[in-house]
Each structure stands twice: as structure tokens, then as C-alpha cells.
């Protein structure tokens, strides 16, 4: 065994990956990855016992170093291992300000030859949580949970949004994974992270919201134009801005990849001429759309896979993402942006994009839209034009049983309302769905931290029927994961007291048996099956 990882949905047979991942990563860099997380506990354990409040510094670069290792965001083993020194350096600030001699007393952990940077799968990683089948099943939990909620923490601190108490819940849960703990408190954890991961969408949501405008409902062309373009991909809508200030007058157009597509919908972005649209499809298919795009590629968050030659040269990564060999464009300094001269010097040389379709797509129904469409919509229920709401949201991936959730989407009977978020809508987002009483059948909120949107939604559909419950509403979820900012949004859901969630492909593969029946039966949590069936079950509210 070279490494240990069952973060994603993909894992090989769904059970783990040990050789090297399917998403790319190698067994260095994903030992490296554990590293950095035991390094973060050893952190959280002076933290819990030494001092009185996590400082905003030290929260934020937890934050940074937990989204590094998330799947598909960060393959250089020389950018972990800056994070790695940066946490020993972290780490050593406290111990000395605390004025501990550390290395003997009831929190010190060994150091596992981390100056070396040496270790192997097992040491330190998931295996070493515990013996007991299920308590590492619950800690993995946890720690998938708690790393969601990193990085939509950290996509809000970007933008100068920050919660203090969410730093406070890296301490606890962070902490509790180098613990012998009983199951019943690493399980109110679990339940907690979900009440923390609400907290960190909302954050989030604030922060958008604010800086770039309550998103409106667009149509978003899918084509390209006639100049030179830059292609940006990810989740950082800072970053986007920034590259947007620095392009315009240059005769570069830009475009959004992925999940980027709804910085399109808010209308800060709405008044430079040369955002041209959306260019491309779901992450996986990066491939050939890079290849396509002809021009540079700024890669902002997670979402990344293994780089082709074809366009390597065109590549960058910022942020949190790494990939060996790809140039990387550091983080900006205090009050200013960061540089994207090279990629506009370059894209200045460079021929404009293929085309690889046509037409336009409609999105940008946040809660805030979707109330202007309340009365409507209400209305709609109570006269029978609509007789259920299904929430397909979640991430995309490049598994062909993921046509299940296009199949669905094609075969919902026309009093069915989609609504959706995240990269899974790239499954069924082309289709057409037309039209019930002047309500688009397919509601899509954006990113897969606007599934928050979709439960503000929700909520405020429960009031305006005047319900107790919010599983009383009409409205079924059949949702799509794939990593670990999906475990932070399924957490989210089951803490706002949403059940009879479907999750598919495949529920994930770090739930022991017995977990697993504890949530199937706690919340009625469903795994998918075949769509005929599922979708007579979800029209019938079960």
C-alpha cells in the first residue's frame, strides 16, 4: 500500500485508492497531504489546551491548508511542502508563545520525520484514527465535513469575510481526529460540522452578494468571438475581477469555464464589454476544451486534472491549486491585485478560441430571485400546474453512471420544477426544459456553495405555505457528489432538517456499515437506483 485515500466519490472500486489516486495525485503527494493534516491536529491540540481563542491569522491559514487537500485541487509535492513548513512554523509560534516545553507533556504527538518529509501510508493518515472500524469512519466524516466547510471559508476570507466561530470548529474537530473519543461525541461532531458548514455557505453567500450584486437571471452566451480570449475556471471570484480590471482595453476577451459559469449571472461583472460568456462544460472535460480554447487557462480553485501537453505551456494555477510544472501566479499583496501580466501577454499572442457550440443557457435563480417569483410560484402549487420540486445539485464527475442524472432530468414529468447548483447541472443544463406558468422549469443558483441558496429557497417556500416541517413541501433531492465540499453541503442539508436525501453515484466509500445504516436510518438518506424507479418514488414523496 503507497498511500490511503477514499476522499472522493471515485475511488477505485469504492473502496480506496493505494497506489496512486484516480484523480492524479501520486502516492507522494497524497502522503505529504496526510503530513499537513497531522501537523494541523498537532495545532489544534495546543490550541485546545494552551490557549484561549484560535487568532484570525492562524484560523485563516487552516483554512488554506485543508482546501490544498481536497481532491483535484493542488498536485505539486513543493507547494504542499510549503504548507507543510508554514504549519511547523505555525505550530512552533504557539508552543513558544504559551512558554511550554511541548515534547513530553499529555498533547505532544511525534513527529514522524516530518523535517524529512518522509512517511508512508498508514503512519499518520485515515489508518492511524483507529482500529475500530466505525470511529474512523465517523473521524473520516468528520474530517471531510470540516475541509468542505474550509474551503468556502476560504473563498469568503479572499474577499475580507470571516467567522470566527468556524475557525473555533477546526480547533474541536481537528483536534478530536488524534483523540480516543467514543462514537456518540465524534457523531454530535459530525452533526455539528453540518451546522458550521451552513454557517460557511452563508458567509459566503454574504460575501458574493455584497461585493458583486444579488445574481439575476441571465442568459449566458455559449459561443466565442473573434478576439483572443483568456479562459478562467474554478470558484474565486476575486480572482476572476481582478483578471476582468486587468483585460479590459487589451482586445483579450474573457470567458468562464466550469464553475465559474455563474459569475456570469452577478451584475458587478455585468458592465465589462469583453466578458463574452461560458465557454466549455463540466471539470472533466478540461482536456479537450483546453485544448480547444487556444488561449491561456487560469485555473482558481480546485477542479483541476492531470495537464496535457497540448496546452500545459498555457496553463497557470493561483490560489490554493498547484500542478507540477504549470506555472503558478502568487497570491496578491496587502491592497493590491494579484498579477496576471503573463497570462495577458500571453493571450495577446494567441489565436481566439475554437468554437464547440452555439447558443445560450439561462441561470442565476438565487434566493433572491426566486422570491420574486414566490407569489407565482406558490400559486402554481396550489392550482396543480406544479406538482414537485427536485433539487439536483451537487458536483459533477467523469463516471458513466452519472447519465442517470441526465436521465432523470429528461424523463421528470412536466409538472416537475429542477432546481440546481454546482458542476452536476452540466448533465442536463442544455436540455430543454421549458416553462410552467412563465416559471422556467430548470432553476439553476450556481456554484456548488449556492446549494445554501437553494435551502434559503426552500425555507422560504415552507413559510409561504405555512408548514411545520420542511419535508411537508413538494420537493424531493436526488443529488450528485463527488469530493469534499459536497460532504460539507450534504452535512449542511441534513443539519437544516431536510430527509429522504438520494445521493448517488455511489454513497461514499468511507461509511462503515454500520454508519451508514445509522444515517440511512436517522435520515432517511437514500442511495440512487434506477431512474424510472426513482423518479416514481420522488413524484409520490418517498
Keep these: 500500500m503507497n498511500m490511503f485515500c477514499y476522499q472522493c466519490q471515485e475511488t477505485v472500486k469504492n473502496e480506496a485508492c493505494t497506489k496512486n489516486g484516480v484523480c492524479g495525485k501520486d502516492d507522494v503527494t497524497a502522503n505529504l497531504q496526510d503530513l499537513l493534516i497531522y501537523i494541523l491536529q498537532g495545532i489544534a491540540l495546543l490550541a485546545e489546551n494552551y490557549i484561549k481563542k484560535f487568532n484570525r491569522k492562524n484560523g485563516a491559514f487552516v483554512s488554506r491548508a485543508l482546501f490544498a487537500t481536497i481532491t483535484n485541487a493542488n498536485f505539486s509535492r513543493s507547494r504542499i511542502i510549503e504548507l507543510i513548513k508554514e504549519a511547523i512554523e505555525v505550530r512552533e509560534n504557539i508552543k513558544s508563545a504559551v512558554g511550554k516545553n511541548l515534547e513530553h507533556d499529555s498533547v505532544n504527538w511525534t513527529a514522524h520525520k516530518e523535517q524529512e518529509f518522509i512517511i508512508k501510508a498508514g503512519d499518520i493518515g485515515i489508518l492511524s484514527y483507529s ?63 453540518g451546522e458550521k458548514a451552513v454557517r460557511a455557505m452563508k458567509l459566503l453567500d454574504k460575501a458574493h452578494t455584497s461585493l458583486y450584486g444579488n445574481p439575476e437571471v441571465t442568459n449566458v452566451n455559449i459561443g466565442v468571438g473573434k478576439k483572443p480570449g483568456i479562459l478562467v475556471s474554478g470558484h474565486d471570484l476575486r480572482d476572476f475581477q481582478e483578471i476582468l480590471n486587468q483585460t479590459e482595453k487589451t482586445g483579450i476577451d474573457v470567458y468562464t469555464h ?35 480554447f487556444n488561449g491561456p487557462i487560469v485555473m482558481t480553485t480546485n477542479c483541476i486534472i492531470p495537464v496535457k501537453d497540448s496546452y500545459a505551456d498555457r496553463m497557470f494555477t493561483t490560489g490554493m491549486t498547484g500542478y507540477p510544472g504549470i506555472k503558478h501566479i502568487p497570491d496578491r499583496k496587502e491592497g493590491e491585485e494579484k498579477d496576471f501580466s503573463e497570462v495577458i501577454k500571453m493571450a495577446r499572442k494567441c489565436l481566439p478560441p475554437e468554437e464547440i457550440e452555439k447558443g445560450s443557457l439561462t441561470g442565476g435563480f438565487g434566493h433572491n430571485q426566486v422570491e420574486k417569483f414566490l407569489d407565482k410560484i406558490t400559486e402554481a402549487v396550489k392550482n396543480g400546474s406544479i406538482k414537485r420540486f427536485v433539487v439536483m445539485a451537487g458536483c459533477d464527475g467523469r463516471h458513466s453512471s452519472r447519465k442517470y442524472f441526465t436521465r432523470v432530468a429528461e424523463n421528470l414529468p412536466e409538472d416537475t420544477v429542477v432546481l440546481t447548483a454546482g458542476c452536476a447541472k452540466y448533465r442536463y443544463n442544455k436540455l430543454e426544459f ?3 406558468e412563465g416559471i422556467p422549469r430548470l432553476l439553476d443558483a450556481g456554484q456548488c456553495n449556492d446549494s445554501y441558496s437553494l435551502a434559503v429557497s426552500a425555507l422560504k417556500l415552507k413559510d409561504a405555505f405555512e408548514l411545520e416541517d420542511i419535508n411537508d413541501l413538494p420537493l424531493s433531492f436526488d443529488i450528485a457528489w463527488y469530493e469534499q465540499k459536497a460532504v460539507a453541503v450534504l452535512l449542511a442539508l441534513l443539519s437544516l432538517g431536510f430527509k429522504k436525501i438520494r445521493l448517488g453515484p455511489t454513497l461514499p466509500a468511507f ?18 437506483s434506477e431512474e424510472k424507479e426513482d423518479i416514481q418514488n420522488m413524484m409520490a414523496g418517498q
Design 258 to 292: 466550469g464553475e465559474m459559469l455563474p459569475a456570469n449571472y452577478y451584475p458587478k461583472f455585468k458592465k465589462y464589454r469583453h466578458f463574452a460568456g461560458n465557454y466549455g462544460n463540466s471539470w472533466w472535460e478540461q482536456n479537450s476544451e483546453f485544448e480547444s
Design 131 to 193: 482500529d475500530n472500524d466505525d470511529i474512523r469512519s465517523l473521524k473520516s466524516l468528520l474530517l471531510y465535513g470540516v475541509k468542505g466547510i474550509a474551503a468556502y471559508t476560504d473563498h469568503a476570507a479572499v474577499l475580507g469575510y470571516y467567522d470566527d466561530e468556524i475557525f473555533k470548529f477546526y480547533v474541536k474537530g481537528l483536534s478530536a481526529l488524534a483523540k480516543d473519543i467514543s462514537a456518540e461525541e465524534l457523531t454530535n461532531m459530525v452533526l455539528e460540522a
Design 511 to 528: 461509511l462503515s456499515p454500520a454508519i451508514k445504516e445509522f444515517i440511512v436510518g436517522k435520515f432517511d438518506l437514500m442511495p440512487i
Design 434 to 436: 421549458g416553462e410552467i
